[in-house]
């Protein structure tokens, strides 16, 4: 029965309804989290009901107010707000099947899965570190195209875990030296975690912590609404970014587990639903939402759609429209292609000798010569990763129309912020460390490739081959990892030509990440025929065929392919007909017809090479076939010596060949 | 010619031959990084002279105080004091073949290489949060065994780099709230990065943010020897863990380099290395040092020798010297063994149907019941991991008796603090987090591997069976990405006896890090046919063997064994022979002899099962073999919704086997 009280609705009314659909859902999918949402109810209602623009018809409007629910298990928060805002995709329906096969109302957040969730979350601290890049990406933008065109906040809702994550540290340091003053980031201070009171595990002043870090602090009562809408009105006035701590109950409204950890990530059950209904005077049924609180909700959407509308109009009539739209539109692969083309005819004739990282930078020469929306960065080994063009200007405090950044010693948050940028739209990111430091910012690669983010990673040194900074830096089992990843683009390209290609497809991916795995040393080109054709784009190719067939092929990635063909210059020596196969993507061969697949895997025996693990060669290998690689972490010495140490010589690949050859004749 | 200008020795000359046997080294080799110790060598100096309690005669003596150069790329700094003070295996030949193969001295400390080398550094934070988990024992055995027997101080030289990376705000958070008083780490505040100035891309106040973590302070001139005694003198006095800012000069001595990030990582060439030379009035050939500098370093040796035989009579008259002793001795893997096998008699007898995270709770009853110096923790998910057993009590801040540590939402931070409590020696820690967090501290996991540290790692809800949190919180790659790290012992079992057997081997470690795969979802126990031998330690077995021969063999791992035996069950009854074997550890599979592989291979065409990727299952798999998991990331649902969604179902594996053994017949 719908029971509706005859009462004015106020935002406790708006908010309540955030608290009633949360408890329903949780309650119906016997799974999930009313804590946060409940606890946060009316922080939310204070931000969506008085300050946030977004138009729920139009939800990849650019000029929106991003809104990141960095404690990504309070995802019914995000669910309820946008059935009240009246999102088309967010109907009754969907929060009655919360967590369940199909719905779009997921566990946690997914970016894709509904309209109006502009990044995954759940993994904690990603949603800061991914906000950070949202408010960069805005000022550049704004740099670019003006207050008419781009001129909107971020707002972050965040728990203690996410400010106990390290990535939060990596965000809030690099966003109080960019002075991102549209950040706004709300601190749910309800002291409890997962294991119970905060006092367990951490005595941090997160005040004085974000004024460390040159952030704009305020202290509220996180259910007082009126000093709520003050501190948001003081922190969009701050030119700093701002966080506002907002102490909070977590469960708000349930009488009896309300405050305790115990609320976190449980249904209330039966018994405290209809004690917090009764608790709250919401004498509704379950998901039954009386007409004027949607009514209230909706002006919000109106007053968004509203905002919306006389930006189109400002837009219209801006010289710099057409800009802007350009810069929201897919890469003209086309005039890419065409450089790209051009370049490759020039490096196929002059036959370069570099090392691939110093090939990405030459390859980035015509890449951000061609796209105007690429951004570079690095982790700070921009002269090691070789991540910086020469017309690029770097990103300071007082001017985002440069298009470099440098993310400082921070991984972690350059991949977040990187995602954050792609996300927030206008701007195509990529950014360079060592490829060993893949694994500081696995985390958020991770959240590239299951968000179907194109950015570009830019992994430089990326073997033994790094030489003297030994084991620590040097990958081995790093590329394995990696491949292992669904939905990520791996490329180690062999010489100058390949990673001109490699750029090509991590310039026009649209759906997945690319990341590029690139030498320290030196290496030949041995593209030296032209071709049109992006020949890595089809992951594996013959790039010596023996014309009286093959006695055995060899298959190489990167700095290795090198090394295969040496090897297959001295098996002609000895009379034994040897294939060389470049392999610069795993990822994009096992994508290619079975034909060809089989034409380039060939029927000889086969050695695999790749100063790496064997793990995930079963695309090119059987287990008789044979691997000249590494099975251990790697040393500290010049990088021949270790090339020899590790016995990855073409010495070592003959002698492979030749037991594959003698071993298939008695077979 | 050795000129030896016969001046007094004072700490100047000590810290210049720090310096000139720094840039020395970096000359021979070509390569390496001078600008760190070159600028702290007076703070370094200062500590080693009047504080630094160590004796190079007894690198392992329990009670010397731990170093940590956390900015590893420095370690010139270790190599150079380590030969001073006369460590026996670092002669000058070491130091003239700095970064050259088989020598002790790799580019950055590597633990192991060199006596005195506390943790292996490099991948920046890593020593700061290593530093914590020692610190953090100290405090623990002093509780156990009182100031007599321990009673040292952690120091930690720490850079910029270290200072960003997010695990340092980790290791802070966790250090401030317990207190580490023990705990000094000086910053090396000299305001440059690889980029440039640190002004590129932070504006961080590390005092106020150190303060904010209830860390004690200071700042003082690094190159000011009686202002950096005073504040350590301070720091020792205070209870809190502190931090001493040192403004320093980098590559301090250099006179047209010092000052810049030119300095940092390359030789400084001939030129300036006379220059140096010249401004320090070190008129010295390379690699020579005076005896009087000599001498006054070996006096640091003497104080610490003497403090070492003072120790070892109290440690003789100590009523707790034996167990102190026991504490640092190898488990007794006897007793360990003898209550695992009763244990497991109880197990196949009952047949449990538990979770494997459950049934290893259960296991941690015996473990920690068997071992007096196991200690555990988690992130947070104390209850979801179930990694605290009855009897555990919890470290506060008061009271370091306990045994079980409440690490914080901190994955990362936890899996260094645990390196760290394993090197320190006494204690052996495991920690808990759900496994597809272990993205978030897999450079700290990759430590373990590198340094052969026997910590645990219990790693929970391992796959799509987590369920509805979805796919942010579900592995997919996750296992394979492990499984390709050298010298890591992935273990998931698949009933509470594997998961039994899989802590034994955890916790009889010795030089490898043991990860642990655990279910959320219930699993019935199928060995209920007691074995004394820990058949999870042969990696693979066979749980079921047609009598009169195989039509096909199915592989299963953890959750997954159980529907290979279902599978197995229907195919019997369709008159085909299966073959069943549970593969817990592919890591202690391989390291069987070919014979057992063989035979647990079988010549039967296999399918295997795992709901992950199959990346890594060519240890078992051929080509043409069949595999049942998963080739994407998850999604959101109750997980048997998700594992007939996926096809991680009996029906689909029957459908496999039929199939691979129809291929054979026309193959």
Same mark, same amino acid.
């Given at each position: 029965?719908?029971?509706?009280?005859?009462?004015?609705?106020?935002?406790?009314?708006?908010?309540?309804?955030?608290?009633?659909?949360?408890?329903?859902?949780?309650?119906?999918?016997?799974? @999930?989290?009313?804590?946060?949402?409940?606890?946060?109810?009316?922080?939310?209602?204070?931000?969506?009901?008085?300050?946030?623009?977004?138009?729920?018809?139009?939800?990849?409007?650019?000029?929106?107010?991003?809104?990141?629910?960095?404690?990504?298990?309070?995802?019914?928060?995000?669910?309820?707000?946008?059935?009240?805002?009246?999102?088309?995709?967010?109907?009754?329906?969907?929060?009655?099947?919360?967590?369940?096969?199909?719905?779009?109302?997921?566990?946690?957040?997914?970016?894709?899965?509904?309209?109006?969730?502009?990044?995954?979350?759940?993994?904690?601290?990603?949603?800061?570190?991914?906000?950070?890049?949202?408010?960069?990406?805005?000022?550049?933008?704004?740099?670019?195209?003006?207050?008419?065109?781009?001129?909107?906040?971020?707002?972050?809702?965040?728990?203690?875990?996410?400010?106990?994550?390290?990535?939060?540290?990596?965000?809030?340091?690099?966003?109080?030296?960019?002075?991102?003053?549209?950040?706004?980031?709300?601190?749910?201070?309800?002291?409890? +975690?997962?294991?119970?009171?905060?006092?367990?595990?951490?005595?941090?002043?997160?005040?004085?912590?974000?004024?460390?870090?040159?952030?704009?602090?305020?202290?509220?009562?996180?259910?007082?609404?009126? $000093?709520?809408?003050?501190?948001?009105?003081?922190?969009?006035?701050?030119?700093?970014?701002?966080?506002?701590?907002?102490?909070?109950?977590?469960?708000?409204?349930?009488?009896?587990?309300?405050?305790?950890?115990?609320?976190?990530?449980?249904?209330?059950?039966?018994?405290?639903?209809?004690?917090?209904?009764?608790?709250?005077?919401?004498?509704?049924?379950?998901?039954?939402? %009386?007409?004027?609180?949607?009514?209230?909700?909706?002006?919000?959407?109106?007053?968004?759609?509203? $905002?919306?509308?006389?930006?189109?109009?400002?837009?219209?009539?801006?010289?710099?429209?057409?800009?802007?739209?350009? *810069?929201?539109?897919?890469?003209?692969?086309?005039?890419?292609?065409?450089?790209?083309?051009?370049?490759?005819?020039?490096?196929?004739?002059?036959?370069?000798?570099?090392? +691939?990282?110093? $090939?990405?930078?030459?390859?980035?020469?015509?890449?951000?010569?061609?796209?105007?929306?690429?951004?570079?960065?690095?982790?700070?080994?921009?002269?090691?990763?070789?991540?910086?063009?020469?017309?690029?200007?770097?990103?300071?405090?007082?001017? !985002?129309?440069?298009?470099?950044?440098?993310?400082?010693?921070?991984?972690?948050?350059?991949?977040?912020?990187?995602? @954050?940028?792609?996300?927030?739209?206008?701007?195509?990111?990529?950014?360079?460390?060592?490829?060993?430091?893949?694994?500081?910012?696995?985390?958020?690669?991770?959240?590239?490739?299951?968000?179907?983010?194109?950015? =570009?990673?830019?992994?430089?040194?990326?073997?033994?081959?790094?030489?003297?900074?030994?084991?620590?830096?040097? %990958?081995?089992?790093?590329?394995?990892?990696?491949?292992?990843?669904?939905?990520?683009?791996?490329?180690?390209?062999?010489?100058?030509?390949?990673?001109?290609?490699?750029?090509?497809?991590? $310039? +026009?991916?649209?759906?997945?990440?690319?990341?590029?795995?690139?030498?320290?040393?030196?290496?030949?080109?041995?593209? =030296?025929?032209? =071709?049109?054709?992006?020949?890595?784009?089809? @992951?594996?190719?013959?790039?010596?065929? %023996?014309?009286?067939?093959?006695?055995?092929?060899?298959?190489?990635?990167?700095?290795?392919?090198?090394?295969?063909?040496?090897?297959?210059?001295?098996?002609?020596?000895?009379?034994?007909?040897?294939?060389?196969?470049?392999?610069?993507? !795993?990822?994009?061969?096992?994508?290619?017809?079975?034909?060809?697949?089989?034409?380039?895997?060939?029927?000889?025996?086969?050695? @695999?090479?790749?100063?790496?693990?064997?793990?995930?060669?079963?695309?090119?290998?059987?287990?008789?076939?044979? *691997?000249?690689?590494?099975?251990?972490?790697?040393?500290?010495?010049?990088?021949?010596?270790?090339?020899?140490?590790?016995?990855?010589?073409?010495?070592?690949?003959?002698?492979?060949?030749?037991?594959?050859?003698?071993?298939?004749?008695?077979?």
């Amino acid at each position: 029965m719908n029971v509706q009280p005859p009462v004015q609705v106020d935002e406790t009314q708006m908010a309540n309804a955030i608290r009633a659909l949360t408890m329903d859902a949780v309650e119906a999918a016997k799974s @999930g989290h009313p804590g946060a949402p409940m606890g946060l109810a009316d922080v939310a209602t204070v931000l969506f009901n008085r300050f946030m623009k977004i138009d729920p018809k139009d939800h990849l409007w650019p000029d929106r107010d991003r809104f990141v629910m960095s404690a990504g298990h309070g995802s019914m928060l995000v669910y309820a707000i946008h059935h009240l805002l009246g999102y088309e995709d967010m109907d009754v329906g969907q929060l009655r099947n919360f967590r369940q096969l199909g719905s779009r109302t997921a566990g946690h957040p997914e970016y894709g899965h509904a309209m109006g969730i502009e990044t995954t979350t759940g993994p904690l601290g990603q949603g800061i570190a991914t906000a950070v890049g949202m408010a960069l990406a805005e000022r550049m933008m704004n740099a670019r195209f003006g207050d008419d065109l781009v001129d909107h906040h971020t707002y972050v809702l965040a728990g203690d875990g996410c400010l106990m994550e390290g990535i939060s540290h990596e965000a809030i340091d690099l966003a109080g030296h960019l002075g991102l003053g549209r950040l706004i980031l709300f601190w749910d201070d309800n002291r409890i +975690t997962i294991d119970g009171s905060t006092d367990l595990s951490t005595s941090m002043d997160q005040v004085k912590r974000f004024e460390a870090a040159g952030w704009h602090v305020q202290s509220v009562d996180g259910h007082n609404n009126e $000093a709520i809408a003050k501190a948001i009105e003081a922190a969009r006035a701050d030119d700093r970014p701002s966080m506002i701590a907002c102490r909070t109950v977590i469960g708000k409204g349930a009488p009896n587990m309300g405050g305790s950890h115990k609320v976190h990530g449980a249904p209330l059950g039966k018994m405290e639903v209809a004690a917090t209904r009764e608790a709250l005077g919401w004498l509704h049924e379950p998901f039954d939402i %009386p007409e004027a609180v949607y009514a209230a909700w909706r002006q919000v959407a109106q007053r968004g759609a509203d $905002a919306r509308r006389s930006w189109a109009g400002r837009k219209m009539a801006s010289p710099k429209g057409g800009a802007f739209n350009a *810069f929201h539109e897919a890469v003209d692969a086309r005039a890419l292609n065409a450089a790209i083309t051009a370049y490759k005819h020039r490096l196929s004739h002059d036959a370069p000798k570099v090392a +691939t990282r110093k $090939a990405s930078e030459m390859a980035l020469e015509i890449v951000n010569g061609t796209l105007p929306n690429s951004v570079g960065g690095s982790a700070d080994l921009t002269g090691s990763n070789n991540t910086k063009s020469k017309t690029q200007r770097s990103i300071t405090p007082d001017d !985002f129309s440069g298009d470099y950044i440098h993310y400082g010693i921070r991984e972690h948050g350059m991949a977040a912020a990187m995602n @954050g940028i792609a996300l927030h739209g206008g701007l195509r990111p990529y950014g360079g460390t060592f490829l060993a430091f893949a694994d500081y910012c696995r985390p958020s690669i991770r959240l590239s490739a299951l968000m179907g983010v194109p950015v =570009t990673y830019v992994m430089t040194h990326d073997s033994i081959g790094l030489g003297e900074d030994g084991p620590t830096h040097q %990958p081995v089992e790093t590329i394995a990892s990696l491949r292992a990843m669904p939905n990520l683009t791996v490329i180690r390209p062999a010489d100058a030509v390949e990673t001109a290609e490699a750029w090509e497809i991590a $310039a +026009t991916a649209t759906d997945t990440p690319t990341l590029l795995v690139l030498s320290r040393q030196d290496l030949p080109t041995f593209r =030296t025929k032209h =071709t049109d054709a992006n020949m890595t784009a089809r @992951g594996a190719y013959v790039i010596r065929e %023996p014309k009286s067939g093959r006695d055995i092929t060899l298959i190489a990635t990167g700095s290795e392919v090198e090394i295969a063909q040496e090897a297959a210059e001295a098996l002609a020596e000895d009379g034994i007909r040897a294939a060389v196969v470049s392999a610069p993507s !795993f990822e994009l061969f096992a994508r290619q017809s079975a034909d060809y697949r089989c034409m380039v895997r060939g029927c000889a025996p086969r050695v @695999g090479i790749e100063a790496a693990v064997r793990q995930g060669w079963e695309l090119f290998l059987e287990r008789g076939d044979g *691997f000249v690689g590494m099975s251990s972490f790697g040393a500290s010495a010049p990088a021949a010596a270790l090339y020899r140490h590790f016995g990855i010589t073409a010495e070592a690949v003959v002698a492979s060949a030749k037991d594959k050859i003698e071993k298939r004749k008695h077979s």
